[in-house]
C-alpha cells in the first residue's frame, strides 16, 4: 500500500509529463485508487441494530435486526466498509415473516449474514413464531428461500463454514453452544454442545466464529444491550473447546471511566470482517445520546478499524473504543449514491427503506404512479391500537431533521383522520393529522400519546384542501407545523424528545417518522400523499 508522500511523488511526476487538463483528469482517476484516512460514524445512522457482515471479493454485505417491522432484515452493499446502499430485504413475504400476535420488539432478532460456495445465507431468530431459522440465495439483491427451521433453540445464531461442514453456534439456555448442521435441509447433524459462558456478564449472546492461524476464535456480546454493553472473546485448537479467555476482555466497550462522556454508549454485539486489502475491521451497534442520557434513534451500525497480528489477540481501535470521527487508513473509499430528500410517490413499489408494523393489510395501500400518489384507505385500528394500522413509515437516521408530506383527505364523511407521526410504539408516539369533521369542515390536530395517557394538544380549523404537515426533529423536541399553500407554515406545537426515548418507552427500536389513515367508524374514505421529503 503507497503512503501519502508515494502518492504525492507520483502526482508531481505526472503534472511534469501533462498538460494541465490532462494532469486534472488523471489526477482524479489516480487518488480514489489509494488508501484514506477518516470516516464518520456511525456507518449506518438510525434503527440498525446487531450488524453482521461478510465479504465477496471486494463487494460487502450486512444485515440488521427488524423485530416487529415488515419487511425484516435489511440488506446492505458497499465497496468500502463505510458508505452503505440498502439493496433489498431478506424477508420481504408473509411466509418469510410471521408477525401475527407480535408485541413490540418482538419478532426479528440479531440476523448473520455469510457467504458459502455460492450462496449466501441469512440466519436469525423470529422470537414471535417459531424460533431459529435460516434463508438463503445466490443474489442477495433478489428474492431469499422460504424459512429452513433448525431445531437448536436460542436466539443470535451464526454459521461457520469448513471443510464443507456448517456449524451453528447460538444461545440455547445460558452460554453458547454449538452443533453441526445439514445447510440444505437445516437438520441437526450433532448433539448440542456448550462452549464458552462468556467471562460473567449478562446476557452472554451474538455469538460468531471465525478462524486465524489455527486458533478458532469466538466473538461475543455481554452485559445486555444497554450501558453496560461489551464484546469478549475466547479462542480454542478445537471448534468444540476449551475456549481460552483473552486475559485483556472486553475487547470492545464504553462501560470505563475514560469513555463516559463519549456521545456513543452502548457498543456491543460486534462482528469481524477481513477486508480484501488484509486488513481487519468490526462493525457493531451503539447509540448515540442527545438530550441528556436519553436516545430515541435506536442502536446504530458502527465500524472500527481492527489489528490483529499472527498468533495474536484483535485490538479494536488501540483501546476498544470508537469514536463519531474516525482518524485512521480506510479503504480506498467510494461515494454512494446520493438519494434526493424528497420522495414522489409515482412508482410502483415504495422503496426498500418503507416499513410496516407488523404484516400489513395491502388492500389499505395501493401506489398510483400515473396520478402521482400514495393512497393509504382509513383504518379502524387506529396508532394507539396494538395491532395492524395502515402505516408505512421510515427510520428516523439524523438527530436534527425534517420531514414534510402533502395529503389530501379523499371520501370521507366524518371521525376520519391522517397525517405524519414521529413513531416508537403503540404506546408512545406524537402525530399532526387532518381530521375531517361531521359538517365538511376539517382541522388539523397535534396529538401525544405516552403510556395511558393520549390528550389532543392543539385543533385548528382549516380550509378543506389538500395540507402540508411537517415535524422538526431537534436534540430536545420536536416541532410540528402545517400549511395550506406549502409556503408559510404555521406553528401547531412542540413536544418533548425525552417522553418517547428509549430510556422512557423501552424496548429494542427506534423512532420513525410515518404516514397513517385511520378511521373512528366504518369509513371508505382515503388518504392520499403526493410526496414525503426528509432533509437534513
Known amino acids: 500500500m503507497l503512503i501519502k508522500t508515494d502518492l504525492y511523488k507520483n ?20 487518488i480514489p485508487c489509494f488508501a484514506q484516512n477518516g470516516y464518520k460514524n456511525p456507518v449506518i445512522p438510525g434503527f440498525h441494530p446487531d450488524p453482521s457482515v461478510c465479504r465477496v471479493g471486494d463487494d460487502y454485505y450486512l444485515v440488521n435486526s427488524s423485530f416487529h417491522f415488515f419487511p425484516g432484515v435489511p440488506v446492505f452493499h458497499s465497496k468500502d466498509l463505510i458508505n452503505w446502499e440498502q439493496i433489498g430485504n431478506c424477508l420481504s413475504r408473509e411466509s418469510q415473516l410471521n408477525l401475527k400476535n407480535t408485541y413490540p420488539s418482538g419478532g426479528i432478532y440479531a440476523p448473520t449474514i455469510r457467504y458459502n460456495d455460492g450462496v449466501f445465507y441469512m440466519i436469525t431468530t423470529n422470537v414471535s413464531d ?15 428461500s422460504e424459512p429452513v427451521w433448525l431445531k437448536q433453540g436460542g436466539i443470535d445464531p451464526s454459521l461457520y463454514f469448513e471443510d464443507g461442514r456448517c456449524y451453528m453456534a447460538s444461545t440455547p439456555g445460558s452460554g453458547i453452544s454449538i ?18 459462558n462468556g467471562t460473567g456478564g449478562r446476557y452472554p ?30 479462542r480454542s485448537r478445537d471448534i468444540y473447546g476449551p475456549y481460552e479467555s483473552n486475559p485483556a476482555n ?9 469513555e463516559q462522556n463519549n456521545p456513543i454508549q452502548g457498543i456491543g454485539h460486534a462482528d469481524f470482517i477481513e477486508a480484501h486489502d488484509g486488513s481487519w475491521w468490526v462493525v457493531c451497534l451503539g447509540f448515540r445520546l442527545q438530550s441528556g442520557l436519553h436516545h430515541l434513534l435506536g442502536r446504530e451500525t458502527f465500524l472500527s478499524p481492527v489489528t490483529w497480528e499472527k498468533n495474536a489477540w484483535p485490538v479494536v481501535n488501540g ?7 474516525m482518524d485512521c487508513i480506510t479503504l480506498p473509499q467510494i461515494a454512494k449514491r446520493e438519494r434526493p430528500t424528497k420522495t414522489f410517490f409515482n412508482t410502483k413499489e415504495l422503496g426498500y427503506e418503507w416499513n410496516y408494523v407488523y404484516n400489513p393489510e395491502k388492500e389499505n395501500y395501493s401506489l398510483n404512479e400515473h396520478s402521482g400518489y400514495l393512497r393509504l384507505k382509513t383504518s379502524s385500528i387506529n396508532l394507539d391500537d396494538w395491532g395492524t394500522p395502515t402505516f408505512v413509515g421510515r427510520r428516523q437516521q439524523h438527530i436534527d ?12 364523511i366524518g371521525k376520519e383522520e391522517a397525517g405524519l407521526t414521529i413513531y416508537r410504539t403503540h404506546a408512545y408516539h406524537y402525530d399532526v393529522f387532518v381530521k375531517q369533521l361531521e359538517d365538511g369542515k376539517q382541522s388539523v390536530n397535534l396529538y401525544y400519546r405516552l403510556g395511558n395517557m393520549g390528550h389532543v394538544e392543539r385543533e385548528v380549523i382549516i380550509p378543506t384542501k389538500k395540507v402540508y404537515l411537517q415535524i422538526r426533529a431537534e436534540k430536545d423536541f420536536y416541532l410540528f407545523y402545517y400549511s395550506t399553500d406549502n409556503k408559510q407554515f404555521e406553528f401547531l406545537g412542540k413536544m418533548d424528545a425525552r417522553f418517547i426515548s428509549t430510556e422512557t418507552a423501552g424496548g429494542f427500536t427506534g423512532a420513525y417518522f410515518g404516514l397513517y389513515a385511520t378511521s373512528k367508524g366504518t369509513s371508505k374514505g382515503y388518504a392520499d400523499f403526493e410526496w414525503f421529503d426528509y432533509s437534513y
Request: hydrophobic share 40%; with cysteine.
Open 11 to 30: 502526482i508531481k511526476l505526472i503534472i511534469m509529463k501533462k498538460s494541465v487538463l490532462q494532469t486534472f483528469i488523471t489526477i482524479l482517476l489516480v
Open 130 to 144: 417459531k424460533g431459529n431459522f435460516f434463508v438463503y440465495t445466490e443474489d442477495p439483491r433478489g428474492e431469499w
Open 179 to 196: 452443533c453441526e448442521i445439514d445447510p440444505k435441509t437445516g437438520e441437526q447433524l450433532t448433539e448440542t454442545r456448550k462452549i464458552w
Open 205 to 234: 449472546e451474538g455469538p460468531h466464529i471465525y478462524k486465524k492461524d489455527d486458533w478458532y476464535y469466538l466473538l461475543i456480546a455481554e452485559g445486555g444491550t444497554e450501558y453496560g454493553h461489551k464484546v469478549t472473546i475466547a
Open 250 to 258: 472486553p475487547i470492545m466497550t464504553h462501560i470505563n471511566m475514560n
Open 319 to 325: 483501546t476498544g473504543a470508537i469514536h463519531l470521527d
Open 401 to 412: 431533521c425534517t420531514v414534510t408530506a402533502s395529503l389530501e383527505l379523499v371520501n370521507c
